[in-house]
């Protein structure tokens, strides 16, 4: 049996507090709302109960913020691709933000199982004024369970339409990408960090996140297979490669903890859910 789930998350300013309304179909919710940061930043965890998507299973995600309001979103956990008998397991998350809006979109690293056959599509629409900092983390197989990804397809797109659009299509069987040094090198964690602004950033303002993200980068295990670049006026991003999740996770991170206080002048406050 296959499960098409469907959730809308709206974000809102309501006399000083941020807040979230969601309706949702399957399994798809968000947990009650948490202020760590007082009223003005809502953080949400969007829990899925199955745990993973198999062939035939999609996920939609509809998330939009207005002026003034600023949500971060987390997963308890890892999205998991199962291994599928040949259906298409798809994820799609859209992302609108509204003029003022900020959002951080920081979900747990996505797994694709041997055999998989899946998408995970983002795509983000953002007003001239509206700010947003998210991350996408991809884990090929199970290196420290021995369970490599030895065979399926996973296609990645993260998209800004008309900015930006960064498209991989990942199968097992291409060992010239998955091996070569001009490829992944052997790595199996694929990871970026992003920043969009609705509008041009000054040159100043984005020169100082590349440059807090290169301070990071050259304090860093990965200093070899990671990077910042600015490719748009309005984009930001950080990319690295990893053995394994958990490096390119604490780098990721720190950047985005340097960046929210770059940005918006706020400290280092994880979720709650990541200490447990």
Known sequence: MSWHAHLHLDYRQEAARSVARFRHDGPL??????????????HNVL????????????????IEAAGASHGLI??????RFYRS??????????????????LEWLPLEAICYSGCRAENRLTIEAEPGAEMIGWDVTALGLPHANQPFERGTYLQHIEVPGVWLERGRIDAADQRLLQ????????????SLFFVSGSPAA???REALLALAR??????????????????AEIVVLRV???????????????????????WQLPASSPRIWAT
């Open 47 to 62: 829990v899925h109960p199955p745990g993973g998507l198999v062939g035939g299973d999609t996920l939609d995600i509809d």
């Open 180 to 191: 070569s040094p001009l490829g992944f090198g052997g790595h199996r964690c694929i990871a």
């Open 215 to 232: 301070t990071a980068i050259d304090a860093h295990g990965l200093q070899q297979s990671a990077g910042a670049t600015s490719p748009h």
């Open 74 to 79: 987390t997963t308890p956990g890892a999205s």
């Open 203 to 205: 040159r100043a303002r």
């Open 85 to 102: 008998e040949g259906e298409l397991a798809l994820q799609r998350t859209r992302i609108r933000l509204a003029k003022g809006a900020r």
């Open 29 to 42: 919710r968000i947990l009650q709302s948490l202020y760590p940061e007082g009223d003005a930043i809502c």
């Open 241 to 263: 490669l990893a053995p394994v999740v958990e490096p390119a996770m604490q780098l990721l991170r720190q950047v985005w903890q340097a960046w929210r206080a770059e940005l």
